[in-house]
């Protein structure tokens, strides 16, 4: 087998890294669908961004990548394609659906669910999401959904003003009359924020608690 300088593989043929490839080619499919399935959003200017600037920007922003690993896929020795699992896209996947159909109300046949806004549909997606790894654990992802999510409400919802549900109409009628809709939102956000803070800590204090703790059992006796 030849080895290159650099201690990897000699790659001769075309594609010098298939990794990159196959990984470049999947983020230009993903931007290019982006693209088309936000093609009808209006993307307005800076001082008014419009639901379709975000998304586009973004999806601009993946495809560029897409096409700097498609050339160090010819440029640059890699790493061939070696067998994965389909738990990551699986659960990837499932994610974005979940996202889908709870922001907006959505309706499929006799399915019909309400609009539960991004106050339920961001710490859902990014739960479900997080499970695409195998060593993902609930509590650490219930932080970061928590944590999060209202930081994506008050930053789209308050700061930028785009039409994004962010809670269901029905919880504003629980609270107090006077209350506008950017006060429901920053109220919401704030307790989402302590609910983050109080599972961080107090699955901190439990790890302590049984780090601290003292088999008797073992100890050697005193003379």
């Known amino acids: 087998m030849s080895m290159s300088q650099g201690g990897g593989r000699d ?3 075309l594609v010098r890294s298939p990794q990159n490839l196959a990984a470049g080619l999947s983020l ?3 931007a290019a669908l982006a693209l088309w ?4 959003l209006s993307q307005g200017h800076l001082n008014a961004m419009g639901p379709g600037m975000l998304p586009d920007w ?3 922003g993946v495809g560029l990548c897409g096409l700097a690993l498609l050339v160090a896929a010819f440029v640059k020795d890699g790493e061939p394609l070696e067998a994965w699992s ?7 996947v499932v994610a974005i659906l979940a996202f889908a159909v709870t922001i907006r109300p959505f309706s499929f046949g006799p ?8 106050i339920v549909a961001g710490p859902l997606a990014i739960i479900i999401g997080g499970y695409a790894a195998p060593e993902a654990q609930l509590r650490p992802l219930l932080v970061l959904a928590f944590g999060l999510t ?5 930053l789209f919802g308050d700061l930028l003003n785009l039409p994004i549900p962010i809670f269901p109409q029905s919880l504003a009628g629980l609270m107090p009359d006077g209350w506008s809709q950017k006060t429901i ?5 704030a307790l989402m924020a302590v609910v983050a803070v109080v599972i961080h800590f107090a699955g901190g204090r439990r790890k302590d608690g049984r780090d601290g703790k003292i088999d008797v059992a073992t100890q050697p006796e005193e003379i």
Do not use: Q, W
């Open 11 to 13: 790659r001769r043929g």
């Open 28 to 30: 230009v499919f993903l």
């Open 37 to 40: 399935l936000t093609r009808g």
């Open 58 to 60: 973004l999806a601009y």
């Open 86 to 92: 389909l738990r990551g896209p699986l659960f990837v």
């Open 111 to 118: 399915i019909s669910i309400p609009g539960l806004g991004m």
């Open 150 to 154: 209202p930081f994506c409400m008050v």
């Open 185 to 189: 939102l920053r109220v919401l956000a």
